[in-house]
């Protein structure tokens, strides 16, 4: 059973070729720069771009099955995958948490998508990641500022660790029992941002700050540092759904996907300690 990683560098993606190789089995790790991929015994890098079509055949081409992360601006190009991967005999799909409740959005429609398609599917709707504060744009802010600026207020919000994610996908990958089930994935405590600095400043050693910022100072940071308006908006949208509560509730998709309970923050502040130092 050959797997297509779709997203095979990103934080998610990355963990689940890991994962994969791990049990020895094959896989196929799509990105747009395969030439600098590490490829492995078991794992081959190939060329893959939602914005460019013609890569679609190459990337499905034997594989069996596919953990995909759908594109959160142009549901046409997931759809238009979706055509090309018929033969496929599983496909788990990431979107994220509470997007069952938002069916016209770019996910919701990627959902509907993979279900009209015949192919077997398990979608996994994951809430904010923790890496998020060790990898990309946060992390950069904790580490050189010793603090965090987001339009977050006080909102509660149950983070997840993307290994726990990488697990769910792999536990769905491997057993057909996940077949047509969907998982929303949470972390097992609802924090607020000044909780969570809280505890990676006890990890780090370090004291480090949280500042809730309106929505437009957020956008004009954002923008001022090169990012399309398109995505600062959609990240406000997700702030603006995190302030209104959307991002708290705390449900059991993990210990049901995977069979035991989530990683705490305060175990991925520990594990990750050195990267705020």
Known sequence: MTTLVIGATGKVGRRVVSLL???GQPVRAATR???SYPSTANTQAILFDY???STFDEAVAGATRAFVIAPEINPSDFQALLKK??????VVLMTAFGVQYAPESPLGQAEQAVKESGIPYTILRPNWFMQNFTEGSFAEELK????LSLPAADAKVSFIDVRDIASSAVAALTDKQHHHKEYDLTGGQALTHGEVVEMISKAAGRQIEYNAISDQAFKDGMTQSGAPA???DMLVGLFQGMRQGGAAPVVGGVKEATGREPITFEQYAADNAAEWR
């Open 144 to 147: 050189q500022t010793g603090s």
């Open 230 to 232: 398109e995505m600062a």
């Open 51 to 53: 914005a460019d079509h």
């Open 21 to 23: 190789e791990e049990q």
């Open 33 to 35: 720069h395969p030439e």
């Open 85 to 90: 991967a018929g033969h496929l005999q599983h």
